[in-house]
């Protein structure tokens, strides 16, 4: 373990308060955004198949549209929305280390 | 013939060990034998930690439930795979930034607390052990299913093997044995089953034809011999006979069978009139003292080369028939047996040869226990439905299965094999798609299994479905190879698991209990030689509780392990990554409490299914018990708010350098290993 008193020598305690708060942020609120996405998606499915018994019984390509939504397209939702957020996320910190410190 | 699946397992084991070998030459130093030293490539990382991820309650158990359960099975590896999603967003990045060997390590270092470590390693035992339980399982019915063996002789030679393969290798190599066996197991889940598919029909083939006859339910072949379970076996000693039309069933002379009882299947309503046993049952052949044997309600021994004819029978209220949808209602007969043996099961009046019923391959009598095709194929069957709230189960499946992902310790301590957090998001990425990839075959077997196999309904052996299918092939060479083929993916699975846990529980002994709270200045010799020594001692508890679990499905074990870890680690995680006001108090409280309570109803139902326990509860108290993450997530999050917000003063000082040390990007050259590499 290291000695953490100095936090890092070249900020303030004050500075570096702000400085976790900004990069905090910001990276929650993309971590944040991409969840309500897929947050929505898995609250949604069993909705609509309680309340919308026909549509998610509908017949595609052989199985009902639930079974196809959850047993195989489901997958590259979760492929693709996190892509999307590793993309981001390294967007954003390349983004942040070429800001000042301060 | 049989000596192929056995051929190709001793084969893989084989491979296994000799890419361990192989990996342990390069592997010198502590940190090598803990976290692989740290500098893995990230496809290297993603199959490994794929490899380590897919247990056998993905390989074999998901597709069991499938068959047994349908579409609320699907959740599983839905949720498997979505919480890895979970864990990218919140979790993978920080966790790797701060750079600690195990989460023990990231609980003493969050809050500068040796306390707190210890609290954390509980929980890497709890989730460990609850997690070996199904693959203990699967190896003894993968090995009873090959070879014949008893279920513990199983359990005994593979759990000792892999126990002795860790203990001499620690983690190093296993990167490249766990990420071999990634590959293994994709190869073994997906061309034995597109060889089955085109010989016996496709996946949207099957689920069309259960979706045109959504009454219809699978039929044995006229004159099946099955061996039903006793009471040995309870819960599995059930089974639930057809409610549209009788069924007959043949006693074999050479055995001696005990009924415990024989009541409705269906539950009845408030007041419906009570049936009686002998409405169900009669003896074809005149038999007075098995007939009043029957009408005693009472245990009784069925004569040998006895045929019992068990009917369907109407329900009424006050003598009147019940009618629901504008059909008279009936039931069958659930019987439960106390001694079981081989029963020959046929359809009444089946003299003549029947066609092949509608929605179904064979023409036998039905498959007890088996749902109805639109039952099976809908949201909110038999699995969701069990207690009548079927869609708080499904939440609170959800919950567990997305949550608990983060909170499993042997798949955490794999992200500090990545060379820096960057690495680690895009390792998650690779994982998320290799998982699917692996995920979207396991469901084809489900179906599979229920469309061809359909008397494993009558023993719930289904989470043999994986290995017994490719036998139905009529090239019986073919089909014994793609049986070795899926059983070889069956042990890559649990060796990879297994192995893994044992790390994990064995680091934590010698790493955290023996290394850091019992003899903190203790040599790296007497370390490794307390790893060695927990990895023979947790090996063999494992396997003891192995032999207690035959009766439960792999995959819904596996659930439980998630749902304990969903309501103690991943909160501490997500609590602990980003907000900065967690206490160790807040942390500890919210983690027993929660942890601890999900453990508890979950052990409590389980003893509750193998009716060692009797209570009489509400299904309401039974569902929240088989599924506690939807009230302990949020308990376990709130109370670690609650407690925090009245400790606050125990907030580390160096707080605001430990929140930046989790989410400064490492090119700000600020964020530091916590134990150096």
Known sequence: MQDDAGVDKRLTTEEAEQLMHRVMWRQAHLSLRIAAVFIVILIAIPLVNLFAPTIAGKSVLGFTLSWLVLGVLFYPVTWALSAYFVKRSNALEAEISKEPLK | ?677
């Open chain 2, 1 to 677: 013939m049989t000596f192929i699946p056995f051929a190709l397992v001793v084969l893989i084991i084989i491979a296994t060990v000799a890419l361990g070998i192989y990996g342990t030459r390069k592997a010198k130093t502590a940190s090598d034998f803990f976290v692989a030293g740290r500098s893995v490539g990230v496809l290297m990382n993603a199959s490994a930690i794929s490899g380590e991820y897919l247990s056998a309650a993905s390989f074999m158990g998901i597709a069991g439930l499938v068959m047994k359960n349908g579409y609320d099975a699907l959740w599983y590896p839905v949720g498997y795979a979505a919480g890895y999603l979970f864990l990218l967003l919140f979790i993978a990045g920080p966790l790797r930034r701060f750079g600690a060997y195990t989460i023990p390590d990231f609980a003493q270092g969050r809050f500068d607390s040796p306390l707190f470590r210890k609290i954390a390693v509980i929980f890497v035992l709890c989730i460990g052990f609850f997690y070996t339980m199904p693959q203990m399982k699967a190896a003894g019915l993968t090995m009873g299913t090959i070879l014949g063996w008893p279920y513990w002789a199983g359990i005994a030679v593979v759990g000792s093997v892999i126990t002795f393969n860790v203990a001499i290798g620690g983690m190093k190599g296993i990167t490249i044995v766990q990420a071999f066996q990634y590959w293994a197991k994709v190869f073994a889940i997906s061309l034995p089953v597109f060889i089955l598919m085109s010989v016996f029909g496709g996946y949207s083939q099957h689920m069309g034809t259960a979706f045109e006859y959504q009454k219809a339910v699978p039929r044995l072949d006229g004159g099946e011999v099955i061996t039903v379970n006793g009471a040995e076996k309870a819960p599995l000693n059930a089974i639930s006979l057809s409610a549209a039309e009788p069924t007959v069933l043949h006693f074999d002379k050479d055995h001696t069978y005990r009924i415990a009882k024989i009541t409705p299947a269906r539950k009845p309503e408030p007041g419906e009139d009570k049936i009686t046993p002998e409405s169900f049952a009669r003896t074809t052949k005149a038999n007075d003292s098995l007939n009043s044997d029957i009408a005693s309600g009472k245990a009784f021994d069925i004569p040998s080369g006895a045929t019992i004819r068990i009917s369907p029978v109407v329900v009424t209220k006050d003598h009147v028939a019940v009618v629901k949808d504008g059909k008279i209602v009936t039931t069958g007969a659930k019987i439960e047996f106390e001694k079981g043996g081989p029963v020959t099961f046929m359809r009444a009046g089946a003299r003549l040869r029947l066609p092949a019923a509608e929605g179904t391959a064979k023409s036998g009598p039905i498959v007890p226990n088996a749902p109805a095709n639109g039952k099976w194929l809908n949201p909110f069957g038999p699995l969701a439905g069990k207690w009548g709230f079927p869609l708080l189960y499904t939440y609170s499946l959800i919950i567990a299965l997305v949550c608990g992902t983060a909170g499993l310790p042997h798949i955490l301590v794999r992200f500090y094999t990545n060379p820096d957090g960057r690495a680690a998001k895009r390792t998650t990425l690779w994982v998320m798609v290799m998982l699917g990839g692996f995920y979207l075959f396991t469901p084809m077997w489900g179906v599979l299994g229920r469309a061809l196999m359909p008397q494993l309904y009558v023993t719930g052996a289904f989470d043999s479905a994986v290995i017994k299918l490719p036998t139905l092939l009529e090239n019986q060479t073919l089909g014994q190879i793609l049986s070795g083929v899926t059983s070889a993916g069956a042990f890559a699975a649990f060796m990879s698991t297994f192995s893994g846990l044992l790390v994990s529980m064995s680091g934590a002994f010698a790493h955290d209990i023996y290394g850091k709270i019992l003899k903190p200045n203790a040599s790296p010799e007497s370390r490794l030689v307390a790893f060695k020594i927990a990895a023979v001692c947790v090996g063999a508890v494992s396997m003891l509780l192995g032999l207690m679990v035959e009766t439960f499905d792999i995959a819904t074990m596996v659930g439980w392990a998630f749902a304990i870890g969903a309501a103690s680690y991943f909160p501490l995680l997500l609590l602990g990554s980003w907000w900065r006001g967690l206490t160790k108090y807040g942390a500890a409280v919210g983690m027993l409490i929660g942890g601890f309570l999900s453990l508890g109803t979950i052990v409590c139902s389980m003893l509750l299914d193998k009716k060692v326990l009797t209570w009489e509860l509400p299904n309401l108290v039974r569902a929240l018990m088989e599924q506690p993450a939807i009230w302990a997530v949020p308990l376990s999050i709130l109370l670690m708010v609650v407690v925090s917000k009245m400790t606050a003063k125990s907030i580390p000082p160096d707080v605001t350098m430990k929140m930046i040390r989790l989410h400064a990007p490492e090119e700000m050259g600020i964020s530091e290993n916590y134990i150096e590499a």
